[in-house]
């Protein structure tokens, strides 16, 4: 089965850092565009960052900009989600997901297939 699989969630405190993982089975990583999207309590998911096949375009929600990374190493069939200067904010359940598309987009309605999450809790 096409399966993601999501680890490295935890609790930590604000200002610290996380490295999130998105291990895909199944299929050949470099042939999807990955996303990562987060769900807080009572909220709806959103786009947190995305990367291209081949990492030439990389977006990233505004709340997040220049303390969230997105890379991907493909020989590793693997994503990986870099956090840092973690916010009470930023607690939520994430989720990778992977669009036979190709393309870049923030937007949960674009991708195929999604990990079952790992919850981030960022409290003091």
């Known amino acids: 089965q096409l399966q993601l699989v999501e680890s490295g969630g935890g609790l930590v405190q604000p200002g610290g850092s996380l490295r999130l993982s998105c291990a895909a089975s199944?299929?050949?990583?470099?042939?999807?565009?990955i996303g990562w999207f987060r769900q807080a309590p009572g909220k709806e998911r959103e786009g947190v960052s995305c990367?291209?096949?081949?990492?030439?375009?990389?977006n990233y929600a505004d709340s997040v900009k220049g303390r969230f990374t997105i890379s991907r190493d493909n020989a590793k069939n693997t994503v990986y989600l870099q956090m840092n200067s973690l916010k009470p904010e930023d607690t939520a359940v994430y989720y990778c997901a992977a669009t036979e598309d190709g393309v870049c987009s923030m937007w949960p309605v674009e991708y195929d297939y999604w990990g079952q999450g790992t919850q981030v809790t960022v409290s003091s």
């Open positions: 990367i291209t096949r081949v990492s030439t375009i990389t």
């Open positions: 199944g299929f050949t990583l470099d042939y999807y565009a």
